[in-house]
């Protein structure tokens, strides 16, 4: 027989969120410091270019 589930406290709901969005306030910091220096050209690193392969008829 089904049974309910127990509610999650709003502590944990908080804790879980808060980390889900730190988790993308640092992606978006890593892209912007990536773009600001790629703009001014001091970057090393370029992604790798996606190499199309040619179909030979």
Known sequence: M??????TSKSKRDKR?????HK???EAQKALS???????GRST????AVEEEEEES
Do not use: Q
């Open 34 to 40: 990536l773009g600001k220096s790629i703009l001014t």
């Open 2 to 7: 089904a049974v309910p589930k127990k509610k």
């Open 17 to 21: 969120r808060a980390t889900w969005r």
């Open 45 to 48: 690193f370029v992604y790798p």
């Open 24 to 26: 993308a306030v640092v």
